[in-house]
């Protein structure tokens, strides 16, 4: 994933935070960086479970489930699930920059 894709993540991030922040007058109930992720870790999981019973109803054969939304829905859970994976990469690599900094 290139870091462009991870750059849109991001800003996607800021954006949800943003859009739970209480006025800036008042940011003492501004929600945590682990309660964001938890959010969009819950958000992932979401789209790969509504995937998969999609794909579930399309092969049982039902007729309210179209092949071109199957494979939207596959794709969405598919981008999402790498998106977070870059995320977390990403997290990684700062916090071992972190622990490798000398004090």
């Keep these: 994933m290139s870091t462009m894709n991870v750059q849109q993540v991001l800003n996607q991030m800021k954006i949800l935070s943003q859009n739970n922040v ?3 007058s008042n ?7 682990s ?14 479970r509504e ?10 054969g039902d007729t309210n489930v179209d092949i071109p939304e199957v494979m939207i ?5 598919s981008l999402s699930f ?19 900094m000398q004090v």
């Design 35 to 48: 309660q964001l992720l938890s959010e969009s870790l819950n958000q992932v999981n979401e789209l790969q």
């Design 82 to 100: 790498e998106a977070i994976t870059e995320v977390r990469n990403k997290l990684l690599t700062a916090y071992q920059d972190v622990m490798n």
């Design 51 to 60: 995937a998969s019973e999609m794909k579930t109803s399309f092969e049982m």
């Design 22 to 24: 209480i006025p800036e």
């Design 73 to 77: 829905a596959v794709q969405k859970a």
């Design 27 to 33: 940011q003492t109930n501004r929600p945590e960086f």
